[in-house]
Each structure stands twice: as structure tokens, then as C-alpha cells.
């Protein structure tokens, strides 16, 4: 299925790793995104591929609930919850049950405390060198024309000056351009992505909201895939550029269908349909869930000694034997399915 979208952009997504926009309430109403779910696009045009997905996603650990309630003998108990960083009304509605934990908790801990614009400026100045070409043609040198023109044109969008554009490397290019048009401008108009939504909710009621990882570490992790892959991700990412809005919501839909074990195994399909070089993706997937996780977990581990914590970090960090539901039991917390 020629059309799928790179994998590149939905793991920089779905993990969280987003460049926030410059805020501020625009006047009139924020726009309603909606796109197409690809998945039965896929299945259609390889009927075969329904059943290797769905026999892949069985066999993921953890992958039936968003809310996990995390016990553990004399502290009295947290939660974790599995976000998606959109403002999509269908994700920000959240469940009683989820709601209730969130008012009951004494602290709330998120992936990046801070995700301000200040603050990402913040975090991109110290990181000039895996941001920027010091020598050499830079994007020029590797990409062809029509991979630098839509290049250009999105970055344009995004509202980065044409001047630099060809300067930065691919980890940064696929980022930048993973966010849609239309959530860009819901964020815009004052519009909050889910864990933005929770950061808010938990300082309104004077709740400390900690971090289990700063944007300067996320942004490392990506900076550290090989060259060579980063590259390979961009190329995808911007052949399929036009599909952004479909690959948004075909995430979305496994995420409300508490389908996320179909996630990795949809993207394998999809990898394959795109012709994207499976290691160049499985290079990003380890350095965004397989390096990550384990540090979450020991971030968490003090704020959950204490108890009564809402710990909210991208859904995909929870599943797996290397998801966070898995890690904390391995250290000595009992997790179990809420919702």
C-alpha cells in the first residue's frame, strides 16, 4: 500500500516527541481534524495482512487497558494511564474511572513536566550540533528534489525560516512535521493535547506535576539513531506527506479501541507495503520505547514509594515485556486492568 504513512512519524507521535506550537488563542472556533482509517485500506489491498496483525498483537503483553492500577503492600495506590498527545475531543472526554483516579491523586507525573514553548526553545538551544549540518550541502546533499521541495513547503508551514531549512538534519525535519496542519491549529486556538490537559487539571487543584524525563532526553533519544536511518524515516515521511491526517487517525482509532497491540504489527505491515527498510524503523522503536521505558521506570519508582500518584505517559510505553505495566511489576508492584 503505497499511500501508508512512515512509520517515522507515528512513533515520533505516539511517543510523545512533538514540537509544541507558539500558543496563544486565535480568534474563531478551532477546526475538527478528521482523516481515514488506513488499516482497512491495508487489509483490503492484502487480505492476508488482517490475520499476521492480528496474530502479532496477541502475543503483546498488556495491551487490553489505558488505566492500571498500581498497588503495592503498606503505600496506598497509583495509577497509570496510557495518553495519546492529541486534543481530540474523542481523547480529552476521558472515562469516569480515569477521571476519578486523576482527582484522587496527590501528584501527577508525565512524561516532560514542562512542554511550553519556552521550554522546548529551551532544550533546542543546547542542542544545536544534532539539530544542524556544520559542514557539507546538508538536507541538499540527500535529498532529490521533489523529497526537498515538500520538505521545504512543510517546513514553511511550520513556520521555520527558509533560511535554515536545509541545515537540519532528518531527526529533526520528521519531527517538525509531526503534527498535522489541523491540530497545529487547534493548538493554536488554545486547544491542549491530552497530557497537557492532565498537567493543567492536576495544578488547578495545587497537585505537583512531576517529570519522568526532560525534552533535552527525548530529543537526544532521536538525535541518536543512526544517520542513515534518520534518513531513510524522512524520505518515507515525506513521500507520504499528504496522509498525515489518515495516519493520525488510524492511530487513533486503535487507541480508542484499545487495539494498541496492534500497533507495532500494523506498522511492520505497513513498513513493508512502503518499501521503508525494517531497520532503519526497528532503530527508532529501540531508541523511543526500548531505551525509554526503562528510565521511566525508574523515575517513577520514588514518586510511586509515596503513593497516590497519576502517572500518564503515550500508550505505547505501557505494553510490551518491555512496557512500563511489565517493568514495575518486575519491581515488586502489582498492576492491574482498569479501563
Not at 256 to 281: F, H, N, S, T, W
Amino acid at each position: 500500500m503505497r499511500s501508508v504513512r512512515a512509520a517515522g512519524y507515528v512513533l515520533a507521535l505516539w511517543c510523545g516527541l512533538v514540537a509544541p506550537t507558539s500558543g496563544g488563542a486565535a480568534s474563531g472556533e478551532p477546526p475538527v481534524c478528521q482523516g481515514r482509517d488506513m488499516l482497512p485500506e491495508l487489509v483490503a489491498s492484502d487480505p492476508a495482512a488482517e490475520a499476521r496483525i492480528e496474530a502479532a498483537a496477541a502475543k503483546v503483553e498488556n495491551a487490553g487497558a489505558m488505566l492500571w492500577r498500581i498497588s503495592r503492600q503498606g503505600v496506598k495506590p497509583s495509577y497509570l494511564f496510557g495518553t495519546i498527545h492529541l486534543s481530540d475531543a474523542r481523547v480529552t472526554a476521558l472515562p469516569p474511572s480515569v477521571e476519578g483516579a486523576l482527582r484522587s491523586a496527590k501528584r501527577v507525573a508525565l512524561e516532560v513536566a514542562d512542554l511550553s514553548p519556552k521550554a522546548f526553545a529551551a532544550a533546542l538551544g543546547k542542542l544545536q550540533q544534532q539539530i544542524v549540518f556544520k559542514d557539507g550541502d546538508g538536507l541538499v546533499g540527500v535529498l532529490d528534489a521533489d523529497e526537498l521541495s515538500t520538505a521545504r513547503s512543510a517546513l514553511t508551514r511550520v513556520g521555520f525560516p527558509a533560511e535554515a531549512q536545509s541545515r537540519l538534519r532528518p531527526w529533526f525535519v520528521t519531527l517538525m512535521l509531526a503534527v498535522t496542519d489541523c491540530e497545529r491549529a487547534r493548538m493554536q486556538a488554545g486547544k491542549e493535547p491530552l497530557d497537557l490537559q492532565i498537567g493543567q487539571h492536576a495544578r488547578s487543584r495545587g497537585v505537583p506535576v512531576l517529570g519522568l524525563e526532560t525534552l533535552e532526553s527525548q530529543l537526544l533519544v532521536m538525535a541518536g539513531v543512526p544517520e542513515a536511518d534518520q534518513l531513510s524515516v524522512l524520505k518515507a515521511t515525506l513521500k507520504t506527506h499528504a496522509r498525515t491526517a489518515d495516519a493520525v487517525e488510524t492511530m487513533l482509532q486503535r487507541y480508542l479501541r484499545r487495539e494498541m497491540g496492534k500497533v507495532l504489527p500494523m506498522q511492520a505491515e505497513m513498513i513493508r507495503a512502503q518499501g521503508l527498510d525494517p531497520a532503519a524503523m526497528e532503530s527508532f522503536r529501540h531508541a523511543l520505547l526500548t531505551v525509554r521505558n526503562p528510565r521511566m521506570r525508574d523515575a517513577a519508582l520514588p514518586i510511586l514509594a509515596k503513593g497516590e500518584a497519576f502517572i500518564a505517559v503515550g500508550a505505547l510505553h505501557l505494553i510490551g515485556d518491555n512496557g512500563l505495566v511489565a517493568l514495575l511489576r518486575q519491581s515488586g508492584y502489582e498492576l492491574a486492568p482498569v479501563e
